[in-house]
């Protein structure tokens, strides 16, 4: 799909995905588009300047709430080199156990967190279970014993369930699908900067050991978790629902929002004349069940693992990896730093041109294969500045092919509520990834970890075949039915049936 925008327009897709834009002359029926409504209706607008405004308006505060968020999930490694483990008296295998039972409440509760979502509005449903999460997290630093740290990460991971897949979804009810990964990357890149934050703040944090008789590390808890409590109430009054209620927009620019939302991703139908496909966005338990029984979710899972699993090996391990090649404690928290920065600007970078041109699958499968590099030249050498750089290059791979895995999933979504369940269901199963990694880097393999490098290596290897399968696909199934559609096949299908297949039809065009 044309990833350019000039003018409204409907899109023209052929059987590789690539659109080309026209204007057209029908009506909808909701969203302000009355039956005289035409894409040439909105034509005075400038579409720029709208996307602008609700990239000013929404972005920055998402980008903030997943900061706090992978900040809160991932300052456990910075507690740990601050003697987390020694003073709870923990063996190395009950750490990470507390690392991983985050991941099966995270992933159980994604699904039913995104369907609420959209009920619940997510100016209430948001900032309600950051409060929740910045309680937890507060409570971390007054734990006792092993018992403690674990409940309150299985509690954590309830809470924090909803936020991630809620505001992934959540953008793609504002953003067109050629413009969703450059938002997604904006966002998603707090996520790194939440990891040079992190190694920043804890750095500093550490140094308030012995205040109040308590240890530097459970600072780290203490003052992260009562920061998120106090953006949570902020938020309450600072995100914004929906493009129909949005108060920033005028009444023409919220129609035009919600116009061209309804129509992205199905072709027009030359031989009909001016036939528009709208996306079914009533709630409906088989669009729920559709995404479960959708092969493109299961698969695509297999990619997201292949980029989640080394992700969680760096957020989570990376501070112990740096200071087991011989890095005192607070070097080790700045070290990690440069790495997450660059990752952030590389993730921006590659978004834009990915929407540029409209394609998804070789700048994931690129910066997978720079994930590959990173690995292979951590587990060759044990040379402190060697593996470094491999990190560093991993780390890179990492942060800009997770943002376009995410994007190009909900590209092929079609339906409010199918993308809805289908995004959460990619997240939340695709974070037990993040279970996986928790127990790739043990202590006893320290300081080369070659299992964990060599294990990161080989779910990269998969993920990759993975995507290699999806293309494959998508390939075939558009050239099915641009076939179909040359020959008429598409006429025995009302607007509303089109609809409500979604992604299904045969004037559904995947992106890849």
Request: charged share 15%; aromatic share 14%; proline share 3%.
């Amino acid at each position: 799909m044309s990833a350019v925008l000039e003018k409204p327009a409907v899109v023209e897709v052929d059987e590789a995905g690539i659109g080309t834009r026209k204007d057209v002359s029908d009506h909808s029926s909701a969203g302000g588009s009355a039956p005289e409504t035409t894409y040439a209706s909105f034509a005075h607008l400038d579409e720029k300047k709208i996307l602008r405004k609700m990239d000013i308006r929404l972005i920055p505060m998402l980008a903030l709430l997943y900061l706090l968020s992978f900040l809160d999930r991932g300052n456990i490694g910075n507690a740990k080199i601050e003697g987390l483990q020694e003073d709870l008296n923990m063996t190395n295998d009950q750490y990470n156990l507390c690392l991983t039972v985050f991941f099966f409440t995270y992933a159980a509760f994604e699904v039913p967190s995104n369907l609420l979502l959209k009920k619940l509005r997510p100016s209430r449903w948001l900032p309600t279970i950051m409060v929740a999460w910045g309680t937890v997290v507060t409570l971390m630093g007054i734990v006792q014993n092993f018992r403690g740290l674990l409940s309150t990460r299985l509690f954590l991971g309830v809470a924090e369930a909803g936020l991630y897949p809620g505001c992934a979804y959540y953008l793609t009810m504002w953003y067109c699908r050629s413009e969703i990964q450059l938002r997604q990357a904006m966002f998603f890149s707090a996520a790194s900067i939440a990891g040079a934050f992190s190694g920043l703040l804890a750095y500093a944090i550490a140094k308030l050991d012995g205040v109040g008789g308590l240890a530097g590390w459970r600072w780290i808890f203490i003052l992260e978790g009562l920061a998120t409590v106090v953006v949570a109430f902020a938020s309450f009054f600072l995100l914004h629902d929906f493009p129909e209620t949005a108060k920033f927009l005028t009444e023409e620019e919220r129609a035009f929002v919600i116009f061209r939302l309804k129509y992205q991703g199905h072709m027009e139908a030359k031989d009909e004349g001016s036939v528009r496909v709208a996306q079914a966005d009533e709630f409906e338990w088989k669009y729920v069940w559709a995404a479960f029984k959708d092969w493109q979710i299961w698969v695509n899972i297999f990619v997201y693992w292949g980029i989640v699993c080394p992700l969680y090996g760096v957020s989570l391990f990376l501070p112990s990896i740096i200071k087991n090649l011989g890095y005192v404690s607070s070097t080790a928290q700045l070290l990690t730093v440069p790495i997450y920065i660059v990752a952030a600007i590389l993730a921006v970078v590659v978004a834009y041109f990915s929407d540029r041109v409209g394609k998804r699958s070789p700048f994931v499968v690129t910066c997978m294969l720079a994930i590959l590099v990173g690995y292979i030249l951590c587990i060759s050498t044990g040379t402190p500045g060697v593996v470094y750089a491999g990190v560093f290059i991993a780390a890179a791979g990492i942060y800009s092919s997770f943002a376009g895995n995410i994007a190009w999933l909900s590209n092929n979504l079609a339906g409010g509520y199918k993308r809805s369940a289908g995004m959460a269901i990619q997240i939340g199963v695709g974070n037990l990834g993040g279970a996986f990694a928790s127990n790739f880097y043990r202590q006893k393999d320290a300081p080369r970890y070659i299992l964990g490098h060599a294990l990161e290596i080989g779910f990269t290897s998969v993920g990759l075949i993975a995507a290699c399968v999806l293309v494959s696909n998508y390939m075939r199934i558009n050239k099915k039915r641009a076939k179909i559609v040359r020959e008429g096949g598409h006429n025995q299908f009302t607007p509303e049936e089109l609809s409500a297949k979604g992604d299904r039809a045969v004037t559904f065009r995947y992106i890849y």
